[in-house]
């Protein structure tokens, strides 16, 4: 019995320092929810539903264990908790050197962990700001992995539950030991004041911090390896949602298909809203209904093209891809990267062109064929599968439907080049190129011969492209809805000298077989323009509706350079312009901006926009210091006693008394003082310090004190005013 | 007129740095969430550093400007008790046109004040107003006391940076020992030592006080009988106060620091208490009046309880005195003395 009663005590040791013990529960309340939250939000983004489940209840139950058990020492449960910590890190450093599971996912499940074990040992008042810090960093690591708005939702809410939180810590610590005046219910106006605060000033901050690219990571986002398709993969495309049998075709481009199966037109239009550049041969005369939903977002650090599929051969009507197959490309076992370095190619290679590398990731929120998008020239892929095939045309597929979640990157040579320096680049180009790009075969005469007339005159490659793009610009309408050409006509050809509207593959075809007739090589690409840019999350959120065809343009020593003749689309090549929150905002309020001093303003937000990021660094800065500068100086003026405010008449008259005098006292106004000395301290002669002291204090009533003078004070202050007047004449 | 506030305390580097710690953090995690985003390009990063940007600069800002428009006023009682806890006045204004919030009044003892507690926390200070505050505080020395300043400090909204200003004050008061009834109305009853157990409060009582002889009985104190009386009679001889009213009464205080050994400061004060506490039993338990001298500082009569006050401050200001000070034996009216010297045969 002894014995029992010896090991109970032991095990319920008094905490050695009971004055740090914390005994406020909303403070313990407002820790524990925001804790909660961010287990919700790291475990949703990983998919860590069984950890966060243990994780809730761990906490929970750790959180009530911790306020009950506050007052012992608990000695025993530490020793359980090291022990679990210790579990813990060699867990993850298993997981992380061992498995192939993603980094992230084991970093947060790790701390999921360990934030229930620490749950458990919260006595003092700075355990539970360790608990705070690290619900931050699972906040932090639920923002890394959120691609979508809603984080917001929660990133607000974990910003009100911690304000509330350290507002209360801060209660706790500077009134312990301290006389205490007021209702610490006030404290909830001090939170409100502050988020308002945070409110206001967010967007002038946000858009002010400079968007530095470094990299540095040695691993690039990839999702898990993708279930490769079961049978002989050549280069085929595949399609997650088969056409619709009801058609009558039976072969159609599911998984199984082969290449060669019979497909047409109408099997898209019956089929739903899927893209018809996507297959092996575009058909102008095709239809489809677009749909809104979201297909993926990527995260760039500029707008750029996505490509998807690249015809080079217009036979029959249709746009073919000549390379079907492509080649194949593997990659080392246990890495994703498939480096695309192809020997002897000299694209982009010139001084004089600005080339840079540019990182890619795709986000699949959607099943997608298996095509993979990416910018060009594409120069290395982060891709989970096991080979890949490229095409002559640079367009890659894998040996898998692309399902919802898939997740790779691109990195890209993206160029950079001034038009002027352009325009220089030497012509005839086409001899030297793949004949294919220049083929004019199936063309009608009347088209060569509109090609010859618009760069009639224009001398080089730039002067001709740019006539055809003008001239369709000009003369051609956009219309979503434009008919279909008749069967058996050319219906580029119908789209130049009939119908003159069409929508984004009438424009590309137009411009790519005008620029073949004028020597200059092209071909069509359909893929998806850059998308909305979300300034908050910083993705591109690419739809349905942004699928979209455009043209590619060979340059001698420089490449293939992108055009976008639709109408909606940006004149000359396409370069790959960095977008920042800051760009994104003035591309949509100041842009439009013509005249005036808004004009000025808007020219000034423009250059921070396109500046390197330094000096977006430095202009945040500035704003920065004017802010707080304009600040402090309100608040001085404010804090000044000017005596602006209403006054009753006696303080009034009171306060004049007492400055009076001191405008007539420089030595009194100047008088040596430290700095933050009243007026009742300053120095002043023994034989008047009585008098001063007497005036001082009343003028201290008259302009703090929320009470009204009485006239017999009014009156003192006037002698006494009238006393050290005189005083001061004797001297 | 109003100055800068400090913003740190501490006088060397390490202190100062100290005082940033909470914000030097922030800004560590900050750039460390910014060298994060930088790498992975996370949108929501961003964001996450806006906030905290915004809450560091929040965080200076407030407290600096909360103190700008504060001031600080302190009153003591004019006259305090030593030892005895009494009351402080201070006023906290608010001038500015926004209600400030968690200020806190810290450092308020200073040497010979012993606020208890040492600081008083203000939850909310409305715009453009006044508060009171009462608090307590022990003077723990002598003499004059002063409060020369204390310091408002503010970390609002959430203690990330702490601001803190001190004001000049200039309260005053005079500390004056401490009375005890119970020992005075001893002292005067039984001409002895009150409590044993303090400082020998040598003192003498005249013969020509008015009291009776009586024999001894038993029950009566030791401290009653009359030793000289009991010598020459052969048998207990007790002095009986009769209760007469006594017109006037001198009280001797040596004060020369040549009869106190070094360290013995407390030893003066215990005297000083005895002398106070007889000097009042004397005065209002008996309507008496009261010269107070000293060996080395001019003396002082409180001829009824109206000018007790002047007494408490005479006491209060009194000090030990050497050095070329002239000395002034008790004189032949000093019907009690206090010095800390071996008792000396009674006069008369």
């Known amino acids: 019995m002894s014995a029992a009663r010896g090991v109970f005590s032991a095990l319920n040791s008094p905490y050695r320092r009971p004055e740090e013990v914390e005994h406020n529960v909303p403070l313990r309340a407002f820790t524990w929810l925001a804790v909660v939250l961010s287990l919700c939000v790291a475990a949703r983004d990983t998919g860590l539903m069984s950890p966060l489940a243990l994780g809730l209840s761990a906490v929970s139950a750790g959180y009530v264990f911790s306020h009950f058990r506050r007052m012992y020492s608990n000695w025993w449960m530490k020793i359980a908790l090291a022990a679990g910590m210790v579990a813990a890190g060699f867990i993850y450093v298993n997981q992380m050197l061992f498995t192939q599971r993603d980094h992230i996912v084991v970093l947060t499940e790790m701390m999921i962990f360990l934030q229930a074990l620490h749950s458990f040992d919260l006595p003092r008042r700075k355990d539970l700001i360790y608990s705070l810090l690290s619900a931050f960093m699972l906040m932090c690591v639920g923002g890394v992995l959120s691609r979508s708005l809603d984080f917001g939702i929660y990133l607000a809410v974990f910003i009100l539950l911690a304000l509330a939180m350290l507002a209360i810590f801060h209660y706790r610590e500077t009134s312990e030991r301290a006389l205490i005046i007021g209702n610490p219910r006030s404290i909830a106006a001090v939170v409100a004041r502050l988020a308002i605060a945070l409110a206001v000033c967010f967007p002038l901050f946000f858009p002010l911090i400079p968007r530095y690219r470094t990299y540095a990571f040695a691993n690039l986002p990839v999702s898990g390896r993708l279930r490769e398709a079961a049978q002989k993969f050549s280069g085929q495309l595949m399609y997650p949602d088969p056409p619709s049998a009801a058609v009558g075709i039976d072969a159609g481009f599911g998984p199984d298909a082969q290449v060669g199966s019979d497909f047409s037109a109408e099997r898209y239009l019956a089929g739903g809203d899927a893209y018809f550049g996507f297959v092996p041969e575009l058909d102008l005369n095709s239809r489809a209904r677009l749909s809104d939903k979201l297909l993926m977002r990527v995260k760039s650090p ?125 012509f005839p180009p086409c001899p030297d190129v793949d004949e294919k790009y220049c083929s004019i075969g199936f063309m009608t005469p009347k088209m060569r011969a509109l090609a010859l007339e618009i760069t009639a005159g224009s001398t080089s490659v730039l002067d001709k492209v740019e006539a055809i793009a003008a001239y369709l610009e000009n003369n051609y309408e956009y219309d979503i809805d434009a008919p279909p050409a008749p069967p058996g006509a050319h219906p580029v050809h119908h789209f130049l000298f009939e119908s003159k509207r069409g929508y984004c593959e009438h424009f590309a075809s137009a411009m790519a077989l005008l620029a073949r007739a004028a020597g200059v090589p092209s071909r069509l690409v359909t893929g998806f323009v850059p998308g909305a840019y979300n300034p908050l999350t910083g993705y591109f959120e690419v739809r349905g509706t942004d699928a979209h065809a455009w043209v590619e343009i060979y340059f001698p020593i420089v490449g293939w350079l992108t055009f976008d003749p639709t109408p909606s689309g940006p004149s000359g090549p396409v370069f790959a312009e960095e977008v920042t929150p800051m760009s994104f905002l003035y591309d949509r309020y100041f842009k439009g901006i013509a005249e005036g001093a808004l004009a000025g303003a808007a020219r000034l937000f423009y250059s921070a926009a396109i500046a390197p990021a330094w000096i977006s660094a430095a202009l945040s800065a500035l704003a920065v210091a004017l802010c707080a500068g304009a600040f402090f100086l309100i608040s001085a003026r404010r804090s000044r006693r000017s005596g602006r405010f209403p006054l009753p008449p006696n303080n009034r008259s009171v306060a004049s008394d007492y400055l009076r005098l001191l405008r007539a006292r420089p030595e009194l106004r100047n008088a040596p003082r430290s700095a933050s000395a009243t007026d009742l301290s300053v120095f002043i002669a023994p034989d008047a310090r009585d008098s001063w002291l007497e005036l001082a204090a009343l003028y201290n009533r008259a302009v703090f004190s929320p009470l009204p003078l009485d006239d017999r004070d009014a009156a003192t202050a006037r002698s006494l005013a009238a006393t050290l007047k005189a005083r001061a004449q004797r001297m | 007129m109003t100055g800068c506030p400090r913003l740190v305390r501490g006088e060397n580097v390490i202190e100062r740095l100290a005082a940033f710690g909470r914000l030097i953090f922030l800004a560590l995690w900050a750039g460390l969430l910014f060298l994060i985003a930088t790498n992975i390009q996370s949108g929501w990063l961003y964001v996450v550093i806006s906030f905290m940007l915004i809450l560091a600069a929040v965080s200076v800002a407030a407290p600096k400007s909360a103190l700008r428009a504060v001031s600080l006023e302190a009153a003591l009682p004019d006259l305090c008790e030593r030892g005895s806890p009494a009351t402080a006045v201070l006023t906290i204004r608010n001038n500015s046109r926004f209600s400030r919030h968690m200020l806190r009044i810290e450092s308020l003892s200073c040497p010979g004040i012993r606020f208890e507690p040492d600081r008083v926390f203000i939850v909310s200070l409305p715009a453009r107003s006044s508060l009171t505050v009462s608090a307590r505080f022990v003077p723990e020395s002598r003499g004059r006391l002063k409060m020369e300043r204390a310091a408002v400090s503010c970390g609002a909204p959430l203690g990330i940076f702490t601001a803190r200003r001190e004001f000049p004050l200039r309260a005053v008061s005079l500390a004056h020992p401490r009375v005890d009834r119970a020992e005075g109305e001893a002292l005067a009853e039984y001409g002895g030592r009150a409590d044993p157990r303090a400082n020998p409060a040598r003192f003498e009582l005249r013969d020509s006080y008015n009291y009776r002889l009586r024999e001894y009985v038993p029950g009566d104190s030791l401290r009653q009988i009359h030793w000289k009386l009991t010598a020459r009679a052969g048998e207990p001889i007790v002095k009986q106060n009769d209760g007469a009213a006594v017109e006037h009464a001198g009280i001797f205080i040596d004060n020369d620091a040549a009869n106190y050994p070094p360290g013995s400061g407390e030893r003066f004060e215990r005297l000083l208490e005895q002398a106070a506490s007889l000097a009042h039993h004397l005065v209002f338990a008996r309507g008496a009046g009261v010269s107070i001298t000293a060996s080395a500082a001019p003396g002082i009569t409180v001829d009824s309880p109206d000018s007790w006050e002047r007494a408490l401050r005479w006491l209060a200001l009194i000090e030990l005195q050497s050095g070329n000070y002239p000395l002034q034996p008790p004189g032949p009216d000093a019907d009690f003395t206090f010095s800390p010297l071996e008792r000396t045969e009674a006069s008369g």
Do not use: C
């Open chain 1, 302 to 426: 500029s707008a750029v093209y996505h490509r998807g599929l690249v015809f080079d051969t217009f036979k029959n009507n249709l746009w073919m891809i000549s390379d079907a197959e492509g080649e194949q490309l593997t990659r080392k076992e246990a890495s994703p990267v498939f480096r695309l370095d192809r020997s002897g190619d000299t694209e982009y290679q010139s001084a004089f062109i600005g080339a840079s590398l540019t990182y890619h990731t795709y986000y699949l929120e959607r099943d997608m064929p298996n095509i993979i998008y990416a910018p060009y020239r594409p120069d290395t892929l982060y891709f989970p599968v096991g080979f890949i095939f490229m095409d002559d045309n640079l367009a890659m597929r894998v040996p898998a439907v692309l399902l919802e979640g898939t997740i790779y990157t691109a990195i890209s040579t993206t160029p950079s080049i001034d038009p002027e320096t352009l325009r220089k680049v030497a």
